[in-house]
């Protein structure tokens, strides 16, 4: 009864469209109808620069952290593991926007990571930094990361609901992303500029 609790929480906690919801209040736009048309943290930061990028990667986060470390608290391990889950699939296909698609879940699932399994979160987060400060797409840093979720879980000794979230979380992320490994394959995928430019037709986040 407790975990059904902590994931409906986790669920409700991810539907908080907070790229949607900062750029509808500060700017008067809806972020679906520019660049990508994505409400995640890379859209946002894309379009409107890191003034309001930065605090909804961080909001994308903190509501997978959330209720993800207060399930591992309450209960353990597989309850955590359940509510992020519910929050990555609530920032996927949020209740608050009428279950229309949401954001890909990269931030969200970090977040989880580090409310569940705090080694695994900061060593993806590592991963993340590293192949985007190489390769400056932040579809293959993302990508790459999520798919090393498991593998952190497995190296660091957590046991296997963590592993098994690590390597569902990777296939979630590469799965959202297959236009943008499309992209890739063809050598049209955009690399990320930190200072915002002017969006080209066709750029996804």
């Known amino acids: 009864m407790v975990t059904a609790a902590l994931v409906a929480a986790g669920y409700l906690s991810g539907s908080l469209t907070w790229g949607y919801w900062l750029v509808r209040i500060l700017r008067g736009e809806d972020v679906r109808t520019k660049g990508s048309g994505n409400v995640g943290a890379t859209n946002v930061y894309r379009v409107y620069g890191p003034k309001l990028g930065v605090p909804a990667a961080l909001l994308d986060a903190a509501k997978g952290f959330a209720p993800a470390f207060a399930a591992t608290l309450a209960v353990g391990h ?25 954001g890909k879940m990269v931030a969200t699932a970090g977040g989880a990571f580090l409310g569940v399994a705090p080694l695994v979160g900061a060593a993806g987060a590592g991963v993340w930094l590293v192949v985007f400060g190489i390769t400056r797409y932040a579809s293959v840093a993302s990508i790459t990361a999520a798919a090393s979720l498991g593998l952190w879980a497995w190296v660091f000794g957590y046991p296997w609901p963590v592993i098994a979230f690590g390597g569902a979380a990777g296939a979630g992320v590469a799965f959202l992303h297959r236009a943008n490994i499309a992209r890739l394959v063809r050598g049209e995928e955009n690399r990320f500029e930190l200072r915002r430019k002017a969006p080209r037709p066709g750029t996804s986040a």
């Not at 996927?92 to 926007?97: A, E, M, Q």
């Open 78 to 102: 597989g309850s955590g593991v359940l509510a992020g889950a519910a929050a990555m699939l609530g920032h996927w296909r949020p209740l608050f926007l009428g279950f229309r698609k949401g």
